[in-house]
């Protein structure tokens, strides 16, 4: 990785994305030494130009920006961080500085949840118990959620279909998973007949 820090007098803006949601998070810079940084620590350490220093996202409110993937531009002189966040990203609280609070997305973050309950082998959690019961059980609980939702989809009660095609959702990430697979997968799937 080749990063061009002489164009920005030594600074390259930084774009963080939610590596599960792939929602914006927030923009930043980095300069040689935070880059550094940063890929020793995985955690996202910027150079605040307001505190003129390294400064490493959630060092005082503990909401850091956990290193997944870094990516440049076709230039070189823009850095993209896929990272998992601890917690809020913007200091006002909201999950991005861009004031962006949207569901669109939580599918990945929801199958991160179900995996951490299941390979951390979480006894009080219903996922990893169903999970547990083995995939018979699993492909059963999706086909009783199938059924559920075609009746409430014959109804007019939009909140309980809401809810039947919730349940549906989260039954087939818990299927996936007993599978070895993810929704990546089947978007790929879904992605290569689109042609």
Same mark, same amino acid.
């Given at each position: 990785?080749?990063?061009?820090?002489?164009? @920005?007098d030594g600074l390259?803006?930084?774009?963080?994305?939610?590596?599960? /949601?792939?929602?914006?998070?927030?923009?930043? &810079?980095?300069n040689e030494e935070a880059f550094a940084k940063t890929k020793q620590e995985g955690k996202v350490t910027f150079f605040? =130009?307001?505190k003129n220093r390294?400064?490493?996202?959630? !060092? !005082?409110?503990?909401? #850091?920006? #956990?290193?997944? !993937?870094?990516?440049?531009?076709?230039?070189?002189?823009?850095?993209?961080?896929?990272a998992e966040p601890l917690g809020p990203t913007?200091? /006002? @609280?909201?999950t991005s500085c861009f004031k962006e609070e949207? $569901?669109? @997305? #939580?599918?990945y973050e929801l199958q991160s949840v179900i995996?951490? =309950?299941?390979?951390?082998?979480?006894?009080?959690? &219903?996922?990893?118990?169903?999970?547990?019961?083995?995939i018979n059980k699993v492909a059963q609980k999706v086909g009783e959620e199938a059924v559920e939702l075609v009746i409430e989809a014959k109804d007019n009660n939009d909140e309980l279909f809401k809810g039947e095609a $919730?349940?549906?959702l989260y039954h087939l990430l818990i299927l996936l998973k007993a599978k070895g697979m993810r929704l990546e997968d089947i978007e790929a799937t879904l992605k290569s007949r689109s042609k």
């Open positions: 990785m080749n990063i061009d820090f002489k164009k @920005g390259v803006p930084v774009i963080i994305q939610d590596c599960n /949601t792939l929602q914006i998070l927030m923009l930043g &810079y980095i605040s =130009r307001s390294l400064w490493t996202k959630g !060092e !005082e409110s503990g909401n #850091f920006l #956990f290193v997944k !993937e870094i990516l440049t531009d076709c230039d070189n002189d823009t850095i993209l961080i896929k913007c200091h /006002t @609280g909201s949207t $569901a669109k @997305g #939580f599918m995996s951490k =309950r299941i390979d951390s082998n979480d006894e009080n959690s &219903y996922t990893n118990k169903l999970f547990q019961k083995g $919730a349940d549906l």
